[in-house]
């Protein structure tokens, strides 16, 4: 069974950077689009970032506004995302999930991701 596992999370300072990291196991995500939500204390999870596939090797990278200017999503083989996060906030603090939905589907809809990690925790103290 595909398997999404994810690591990189911890505890940051307000202002520090962190790497999220997903890779995939046991099936290829090649046309797929890979990316991350996140869930934050008592909050609905939801939408980071996506890299979302073009033609073979090339995807492009979609955020939400909150973190557009701060964080950076990468897909670096098919198989594989980043999530660079800088300047981080305490509003970031989450647990993060990443996620694959296939081709075609609205990667901007929790329900359109088939496949998910176990989720990694970011904090950020303040």
């Known amino acids: 069974q595909a398997q999404l596992v994810e690591s990189g999370g911890g505890l940051v300072q307000a202002g520090g950077s962190l790497r999220l990291s997903c890779a995939a196991s046991?099936?290829?995500?090649?046309?797929?689009?890979m990316g991350w939500f996140r869930q934050a204390p008592g909050k609905e999870r939801e939408f980071v970032a996506t890299t979302n596939w073009k033609r073979p090797s090339m995807y492009d990278a979609s955020y939400t506004d909150s973190v557009k200017a701060r964080f950076l999503i990468s897909r670096d083989n098919a198989d594989r995302v980043t999530l660079q996060m800088n300047g981080l906030k305490s509003e970031d603090t989450a647990v993060y999930y990443c996620a694959a939905a296939q081709y075609g589907s609205d990667w901007r809809l929790e329900s359109s991701y088939t496949y998910w990690g176990q989720g990694t925790q970011v904090t950020v103290s303040s």
């Open positions: 046991e099936r290829t995500f090649s046309t797929y689009s």
